[in-house]
């Protein structure tokens, strides 16, 4: 990589409310900041080593300051502010900028992999949202794209949610060898308040006001309201069991507290609102509980209808009858619509045209409205602070909440806009805080190998990219190159420390330590079978003490406040041995509780840091040993001092057993009478007779302990980081990539040499569903011996879209070609598992085979109407339309895959196929067309 330096100076003149950076031939000076407390705009500029800029600087200012002063390509009927008049002097430089304020990146990649001519017209592409490149799944198609464009394109990069753009930057630069400019502002031309809004209670308690600053005092009174509602209402938010999910429509307090705020907004005129909820259903039922509310004059009322009956008529007759969409026009001429991925396009389309045109005032909408579509509101109300991500409920990140809220506030026509934000339960101080004012994440990459990619790589006939290649200049391999230097100064300075440390009596001290450690192993090994819930759940009372250990991290004794089974994103959110179960722990924490990061994290105190009690989700798995001893806890942790008198007590009874707290023993105390246990114990109390009468357990030298102990972390710490260092990324892909070659050998894709076969030359073509599970049915005969209704059913199971929860009955001329299916993946996850890759077949089989719509897809195939197959599953209409047209996609990519390798018989198959889905309500157009 080439050198880097950096340059902070003044903005110039003409653009005196914003400041400038710029990175250019290793010099380094100071930062100088200009900053505006209404407007400020952040600008830097990574550039290589030795590049000179031949720019006429009277027209387009310099690297460090760009300012155009010649003729715009459009005009503005406005001033343009800071921020804009340099992303735009940074485009009419023709260098790359990442500007920060999908599937067609699959469609560049497979241009870019085929030498597209259409290219070679191509001078900008722009990446917007360019920080779904952290995407698991999709993430490395951007990747890719970036690391193939030719340098003569440039590239601009769009994101609201960035922490690291600069880092980002370096990588363009590194990797196109050209400048490319970060623009940043954190101006908003209309402010935002942030209210919180107690389920169940009432009025609006400001928490985050216009300047940005966090009232804590109207926080304390927020919170006493949860209490007051435990008093008066009994276990109802009893030791905050609520999941953090708004309660459904129905019931009183989720019902009655999303109509009382919509009501309190209309009031005060306050609309248009968009209120976001995390679940589809959740919008729909919270849409159709506005049922007494109306909004909309009659004139309105009018337009709206006027406007549907338009709308509706792109589809045919009997589709204009859908339940569906005969639901939504009562809603829409009140004023009210719903906004989410489930929806008939031709539905969302209108609730967009119709939001912008001021006829909706109240709109449902999950947080897919807030990418991609820019239609503000004066206000944004959450219905929850808690989302499921797919492996947990946690608590919405910032840079999620950035998004949704960035919604809120219509420039040049609110003065503020307005974020209100339904809270079901009490709220750690700094884990709001942190969601509202927090940075987003940074953009890491999600970098990895596909037999696509390696195998379009293999074919392409100029070698100008290969695997390697791509590995190596990926954004992944630059990341952990940048944190290298790092490290080596971090084990020199361990290092360093180690000599230092005193080494007498060392002999007897690793005897007594080896002794400590042996016993610490047992005990481990212990816990992990009395922690079963079965077991430990019967003990885990309010009061009682446990310790717990985080992987390297010992919190020592904190005391159980509640036990609950729910998902957490406390401490150990990997799924264990813990099954689900969460101890509300009080544990000794640091007081500066990680305030910038996305997600609150809490950890103890450094060594002679005063710190306090708090209230943490801690797994099961994570409790490493149960005291004998149990404590009373106030009813009422909040108060601070309420906190501190526990960890006093905790402190006092560390003090009186100096030895360690009594132990809860498994056998004697718990009942165990698990033969293993009994051994285990049996050796623990053996290990500790020996320890006892070790001659240093009673003349412990403090400092020569110490010294030792710290000797050994030392010297631990130092081993893992060269570890670290040895174990080198690009190596790592490079056995990948071996292996995963062997694959392609095994399964005939290629041959011992590495050419590309015909078997491979089809894989090349497919990038929507798994390459090699497909290819695999067009050579076993598979798809030969069906006809293309089956073949379209057969093929949806490769489209990645929702999961039925129904139980899936097909008929036989569905399962029985599903049952091939199953067999191949299987076959091909074991291959890819005797191919030294970290395969599990079952979850293979699973993920890859997704059966959910092969029976709609069948029917639909065969001519049935959209009201018939919609009664076939519960999968959501519009769900069931994008997984159609995507599965056409795939249709002509396999096609074109049968007629790379001469197969006209399957070529005509799946044309066949794709022909009998495109009609109807499937494939009608899209209102903005």
Not at 333 to 339: L, P
């Amino acid at each position: 990589m080439e050198a880097l330096g950096k340059r902070k100076e003044p903005a110039s003149s003409e653009i005196a409310d914003c400041y400038t950076g710029s990175s250019d031939q290793g010099n380094d000076e100071s930062a100088s900041k200009r900053h505006n407390s209404s407007r400020t705009c952040v600008h830097e500029v990574a550039v290589p080593t030795g590049y000179n800029s031949n720019k006429d600087e009277s027209v387009f200012g310099t690297l460090s300051n760009p300012v155009y002063s010649g003729e715009m390509a459009k005009g503005y009927p406005f001033k343009l502010d800071p921020f804009q008049q340099i992303s735009i002097a940074c485009l009419e430089r023709k260098e790359s900028v990442l500007v920060s304020a999908h599937t067609s990146a699959e469609i560049l990649r497979g241009m870019l992999y085929r030498g597209s001519e259409v290219l070679k017209e191509v001078a900008w592409v722009i990446f917007d949202e360019i920080h779904y490149m952290r995407d698991r799944e999709r993430g490395v198609v951007w990747e890719e794209s970036i690391i193939f464009l030719p340098p003569a394109i440039k590239m601009v990069f769009l994101s609201a949610t960035m922490s690291n753009a600069t880092e980002f930057a370096e990588w363009i630069c590194n990797l196109h060898k050209q400048p490319c400019h970060v623009v940043y502002t954190d101006f908003r031309p209309t402010p935002l308040q942030h209210y919180v809004f107690p389920m169940g209670g009432s009025g609006l308690y400001l928490v985050v006001d216009e300047h940005e600053e966090f009232r804590e005092d109207n926080f304390l009174k927020l919170q006493d309201t949860f209490t007051k509602q435990k008093v008066g209402e009994g276990s109802k938010f009893t030791n905050g069991k609520a999941s953090g999910r708004i309660a459904k429509s129905g019931n009183a307090s989720g019902g009655s507290s999303i109509n009382k705020i919509v009501k309190m907004i209309m009031e005060r005129k306050f609309q248009p609102v968009i209120v976001f909820s995390f679940s589809r259903r959740e919008c729909e039922q919270h849409a159709m509980s506005m049922s007494k509310l109306d909004f909309n004059t009659q004139e309105e009322k009018d337009v709206v209808e006027q406007v549907f009956h338009n709308a509706v008529l792109c589809l045919n007759e009997e589709d204009r009858n859908l339940p569906a969409i005969e639901l939504m026009l009562p809603l829409l001429q009140r004023g009210i619509a719903v906004h989410h991925s489930g929806l008939l396009p031709v539905l969302k389309e209108l609730v967009e045209l119709l939001f912008q045109e001021g006829l909706v005032k109240a709109l449902f909408a999950t947080e897919t409205f807030a990418m991609g579509l820019n239609m503000p509101a004066k206000t944004v109300v959450f219905t929850a602070v808690k989302k499921w991500d797919g492996d947990s409920h946690r608590y919405i990140g910032s840079g999620e909440y950035i998004q949704m809220s960035g919604r809120a506030g219509r420039r040049g026509k609110d003065e503020r806009g307005i974020c209100i934000i339904m809270v079901d339960e009490q709220m750690e101080m700094n884990t709001l805080k942190d969601m509202v004012l927090g940075k987003p994440a940074p953009l890491v990459s999600t970098f990895r190998l596909s037999y696509y990619s390696i195998l379009n790589l293999m074919s392409r006939a100029e070698g100008q990219f290969t695997a390697e290649h791509v590995i190596k200049n990926s954004f992944h391999q630059f990341q952990y190159e940048k944190a290298l230097p790092n490290i080596g100064r971090k084990v020199q300075e361990l290092e360093e420390e180690a000599a230092s440390l005193d080494a007498s009596g060392e002999v007897e001290v690793a005897e007594y330590h080896k002794l400590k450690l042996e016993i610490a192993q047992l005990e481990k090994k212990m816990m992990a079978e009395i922690t079963r819930p079965e077991r430990a759940l019967f003990f885990l009372l309010p009061g009682r003490l446990v310790r717990i250990r985080e992987g390297g991290t010992d919190w020592g004794w904190g005391v159980v406040v509640n036990v609950m089974k729910k998902p957490s994103t406390g401490l150990g959110t990997v799924p264990s041995r813990g099954g689900g179960y969460i101890v509300d722990t009080l544990l000794h924490c640091s007081p500066g509780l990680s305030e910038n990061s996305s997600r609150p994290k809490p950890c103890p105190p450094c060594p002679g840091e005063k710190g306090e009690m708090h209230v943490v989700p801690v797994q099961l798995s994570l409790v490493s040993a149960l005291s004998k001893l149990r404590i009373s806890i106030p009813a009422d942790l909040r108060p601070l001092e309420a906190r501190q008198s526990i960890l006093l007590a905790v402190q006092e009874l560390g003090s009186r057993f100096p030895q360690g707290l009594p132990k809860l023993n498994p056998v004697k105390d718990m009942g165990i009478e698990d033969p293993e246990i009994v051994e285990l114990v049996n050796q623990i109390e053996e290990l500790e007779r020996k320890l006892l009468s070790h001659p240093l357990h009673k003349s412990q030298d403090a400092h020569q302990m110490r010294s030792f102990q710290r000797k050994a972390e030392v010297n631990h710490e130092i081993q893992e980081l060269k570890s670290k260092m040895r174990e080198s990324q690009l190596q790592k892909f490079r056995d990948e990539l071996k292996n995963r070659s062997r694959v392609l050998k095994k399964l005939g894709h290629i041959d011992a040499d590495g050419v590309v076969q015909l078997k491979g030359r089809a894989a090349c073509l497919i990038d929507t569903g798994d390459e090699l599970l497909v290819t695999e049915l067009m050579f076993n005969g598979t798809f030969n011996d069906l006809d293309h209704h089956q073949i379209a059913a057969l093929a949806s199971c490769f489209i990645p879209g929702d999961k039925s929860n129904e139980q899936i009955h097909l008929r036989t001329e569905l399962a029985r070609p599903l049952q091939q299916l199953q067999d191949s993946a299987r076959r091909i996850a074991e291959v890819q598992r005797e191919c030294k890759l970290d395969v599990n077949v079952d979850e293979y089989v699973e993920s890859t085979v997704r059966p959910y719509l092969m029976d709609v897809i069948y029917c639909w195939s065969k001519g049935a109407s959209f009201a018939e197959v919609i009664q076939m599953t519960d999968i959501f209409e519009g769900s069931i339309i994008r997984s159609a047209r995507r599965l056409d996609e795939f249709l002509n990519q396999l096609r074109a895959a049968a007629n790379a390798v001469g197969d006209t018989n399957l070529e005509n198959k799946f044309a066949a196929a794709s022909e009998s889905l495109r009609r109807g309500i499937m494939f009608a157009n899209s209102l903005y067309l």
